[in-house]
């Protein structure tokens, strides 16, 4: 379970950097994305989701029954403690697992914003240019067209305005991968600590069964 959910932590984690950093790949990404999100794929997604916010319950109820179970004893055992971070690591490795995938949801949301605002753009230009080049008409003409400019380019601020809060959101979003990958690193060294914890409770249980046994 643990090495599942690590391995699609990473893959996601190299998913957002291929969106957020202008690469050959990234075109063949948004394509991939964009197949994802027609027919069944938002079904199959959600499905997914779903699963992982059910099996995410269920580990935070384990914790909940074993507070609870440590509260009336007094004591934490050595098992419970154990089955304590395995569950608490578990349900944090699925939460940053959702949080990942609504990230490259609105990074792929961004994205097309992006490309579609540029095209609009572009297009504005090309037909503002044309206005322009079109100037040697007749006075109301000219008049209309001058109006219909300067509609034009209040548009075209706007779209750029717009596009520029595009690219500091999707760099914000890149800085937030950045530290969640700082992040997951923890997350890797608590676990191999509590492999090593888990390893020494055992050790400590068979020298107990052991004087037992002697006894």
């Known amino acids: 379970m643990l090495h599942l959910l690590y391995t699609a932590i990473f893959s996601e984690m190299l998913l957002i950097l291929t969106l957020v950093f202008k690469t050959p790949l990234r075109k063949l990404v ?68 959702l949080f990942l995938s609504l990230m490259i949801d609105r990074l792929h949301h961004y994205i097309r914003e992006l490309r579609l605002l540029r095209k609009t753009m572009e297009a504005i230009k090309k037909q503002s240019r044309s206005f322009e080049d079109g100037k040697n008409g007749h006075t109301e003409e000219l008049k209309t067209l001058t109006e219909e400019i300067a509609t034009l380019k209040s548009k075209i601020k706007k779209l750029e305005s717009e596009c520029e809060a595009k690219g500091h959101a999707a760099k914000s979003l890149e800085t937030e991968v950045e530290a969640h990958k700082k992040q997951s690193e923890g997350f890797l060294m608590e676990y191999d600590r509590l492999l090593e914890d888990n390893q020494s409770l055992r050790s400590q249980l068979q020298s107990l069964e052991q004087s037992s046994l002697q006894s």
């Open 30 to 97: 948004i394509i991939s994305l964009d197949r994802v999100k027609r027919g069944r794929g938002p079904i199959v997604v959600s499905t997914v989701g779903a699963t992982l916010v059910v099996v995410l319950s269920s580990s935070l109820y384990s914790m909940a029954k074993i507070q609870h179970r440590t509260l009336e004893a007094g004591i934490l055992n050595p098992t419970d403690q154990v089955l304590m971070s395995k569950h608490m690591l578990e349900a944090s490795l699925m939460g940053f697992l």
